[in-house]
């Protein structure tokens, strides 16, 4: 089976990030959404089409729905004062800004399962993006590789391959229900790392999002 060089669209937050531990202001929640609706007033979406707080209806589905650890679902554990659920990049940049501007901690879900909880708990006052509105992945089977959004799965990212092809592959993990985003930036062992390399060895290129909010590319 060929294994082609897959070009990995990845909007991650950087790994810096998640390490920073501001101090929360008390009217930290209020300046967030203010700093929020001045930059949406630019941007693709409607803040309240993504943006969720515990005085929206839909705020615990939503975040109930990317729990796989029950543990953390329980009454006592700390929950993001917002949910942020962008459909583009710029979005994101948006949101680390704001964050940042606001003194709150920054969660990301990319897609897979959490059994540990990093992405849904803090001792502090935090944001979760949750990238669960970009998953979309492109395959190019005459170039062999692939854009892929950080709110996919390694499952779905095999799949859509297996529908382009059956003589291409991708070396990553065994377990479907992986997101990417965590996978690939984590390395990503599987089965046929000893052959084709880990997941992060068949990258060729990415779009991060840093600490300031900044899109960087390789390119």
């Known amino acids: 089976m060929e294994t082609p060089n897959f070009s990995c669209f990845l909007v991650i937050i950087a790994v810096g990030i998640l390490c920073f531990s501001w101090r929360a202001s008390s009217n930290g929640h209020d300046d967030f959404l203010k700093c929020l609706s001045l930059q949406y007033s630019n941007n693709y979406t409607s803040i309240s089409n993504v943006v969720y707080s515990p005085k929206n209806s839909s705020y615990f589905s939503v975040l109930q729905s990317s729990i796989r650890n029950l543990r953390f679902a329980s009454p006592t554990t700390p929950r993001p004062q917002f949910i942020v659920t962008p459909v583009h990049e710029s979005e994101i940049q948006s949101v680390v800004y704001c964050a940042k501007q ?113 899109i960087l590319d390789r390119f």
């Not at 909880?117 to 990238?131: K, M, N, R, W, Y």
């Not at 709110?151 to 990212?157: E, F, H, K, R, W």
Request: charged share 20%; aromatic share 8%; net charge negative.
């Open 102 to 214: 606001s003194d709150l901690q920054i969660r990301t879900i990319s897609g897979g399962h959490d059994y540990e909880g990093i992405s849904h708990a803090s001792e502090i006052p935090f944001v979760t993006i949750d990238l669960i509105n970009m998953s979309q992945i492109t395959v190019d089977v005459e170039k062999r590789s692939a854009w892929v959004q950080a709110g996919a799965t390694i499952g779905q990212l095999y799949y859509r391959i297996a529908e382009k092809s059956r003589n291409l592959g991708f070396p990553a993990g065994v377990v479907p229900t992986v997101g990417v985003g965590g996978h690939f930036s984590g390395g990503g062992h599987g089965y046929m790392t000893r052959k084709y390399g880990i997941a992060a060895d068949n990258i060729i290129d990415a779009h991060l999002v840093d600490v300031n909010g900044r």
